[in-house]
């Protein structure tokens, strides 16, 4: 794990509640959370350090803790705009379509839906929304209601993130 800045606690201090990596005056990097106006640490009376072992006061310098991973599948990322196209070409490609591919790409999209960036569920709520200018939802009995389900899901998702519909 590359650590990009080391930031000293007496010139700033994390935010309330902010997990960070901390290396005490003793050489020792824990992870740990900062509480803001409870307690003291040795080095600012502003606050202290919750670990896992209860409170620690000796931390000299912090460090916000990195981003996760990426979630990789294959060669793509979940949270990346590239494989949100692809993905939008296949509930365009199933849009219309009465076999069984409607299904088939909602069973295999609607687990990624909260990996997905906010431009891929966008255009994805846009193209369903406006299906009927192009072709319609399929099956009226079988293909429509399918979409129109996912079609609220994504919706819901919009209103929970604060995506703004296209």
């Given at each position: 794990m ?10 700033q ?19 740990a959370q900062?509480?803001?106006g ?28 990195p ?70 939802y399929?099956?009226?009995?079988i293909?429509?209601?399918?979409w ?16 703004e519909?296209?």
């Amino acid at each position: 794990m590359i650590i990009s800045k080391w930031i000293d606690i007496k010139k700033q201090e994390p935010q309330d509640k902010q997990e960070c990596l901390i290396y005490s005056k003793y050489g020792k990097i824990s992870k740990a959370q900062w509480i803001k106006g409870e307690g003291y640490s040795d080095e600012t009376q502003n606050g202290h350090w919750k670990t896992s072992g209860g409170s620690h006061n000796s931390a000299t310098y912090w460090t916000p803790l990195p981003s996760p991973p990426h979630k990789v599948y294959d060669k793509y990322y979940f949270d990346d705009d590239n494989f949100g196209a692809v993905i939008n070409c296949a509930i365009r490609y199933a849009c219309g379509r009465q076999t069984y591919m409607p299904s088939l790409v909602i069973g295999v999209v609607r687990p990624m839906l909260p990996l997905l960036t906010p431009k891929t569920i966008a255009c994805m709520e846009r193209d369903i929304r406006e299906a009927d200018k192009f072709g319609g939802y399929g099956d009226e009995t079988i293909d429509k209601p399918l979409w129109i389900k996912f079609l609220s899901e994504l919706q819901d998702i919009m209103k929970e993130r604060g995506i703004e519909p296209w």
